[in-house]
């Protein structure tokens, strides 16, 4: 009997909530966007992208969404996309990533200390999301936030991972605004910072400069106790 009911009480357990989901098709227009790009490029990823790193590491990194030919194409996170370049050769220097370079899924870098997730996982027409798109997503965002301990980190790039981030642990935007260089106190131990999305644009246009990237990454070395390159 004894056994009997744990097994029973076992089955009734909710299932927890994934943090990614390889077929979800929740939302349409950007399914259907997928469809198209697939019959265009047989050979590219073209579904959600999956977060990249361990679950419940100290640092949590929050991008917009895939690129077209980048993550989009190889099915990881920054991989392959402009913006990865800047990004994963500041993880490395940081001691976050084995290499400086993303090529592809099968190239043996690993993540250690670090996880990189998106606002939306799935490659938008022209980069940019549906508000609704960023809330339906956010289910998988929700799942690596609540993996953090007390004391980790979250770095946003850009406004829109700025926000969804907000939204999702449940705290006012006005409250918090986005600025580059911003540290923000949102919950238990827990910061959010704040830096322009390391894209094409931004680096071209010097928005955005590696030496404010990496100025980015010194705050949050310090944050976490973490020791930080000398440039």
Do not use: Q
């Not at 004894?2 to 009734?12: H, L």
């Not at 190889?74 to 090529?103: C, K, M, N, Q, W």
């Not at 508000?131 to 965002?141: F, G, K, M, N």
């Amino acid at each position: 009997m004894r056994g009997m009911r744990a097994a029973s009480e076992t089955a009734i357990l909710p299932e927890p909530a994934p943090d990614y989901d390889h077929a979800c098709r929740r939302c349409p227009r950007l399914a259907a966007f997928l469809d198209e790009v697939k019959r265009e490029h047989p050979d590219y990823w073209c579904l959600p992208v999956p977060p990249f790193g361990p679950i419940g590491a100290p640092l949590l990194i929050v991008g917009l969404a895939p690129g077209m030919h980048g993550a989009n194409a190889t099915g990881r996170a920054f991989t392959g996309d402009y913006a990865g370049i800047l990004l994963y050769e500041t993880l490395h220097d940081f001691g976050y990533a084995s290499a400086p370079v993303a090529v592809s899924r099968d190239d043996g870098l690993a993540l250690d200390g670090c996880r990189i997730s998106n606002s939306v996982k799935c490659l938008p027409p022209d980069n940019k999301p549906l508000p609704i798109e960023v809330a339906t997503c956010s289910r998988y965002l929700s799942v690596d936030i609540a993996s953090l301990a007390a004391g980790s980190a979250l770095l946003a790039l850009g406004r829109i991972a700025h926000e969804s981030t907000l939204r999702v642990l449940g705290l006012p935007l006005r409250a918090h605004p986005f600025a580059h260089g911003a540290r923000h106190a949102v919950g238990e131990g827990l910061a959010l910072f704040d830096s322009y999305h390391c894209s094409r644009y931004n680096t071209n246009t010097g928005r955005l400069t590696r030496a404010m990237f990496r100025a980015v990454f010194r705050d949050v070395a310090a944050y976490l106790g973490r020791p930080a390159p000398k440039d």
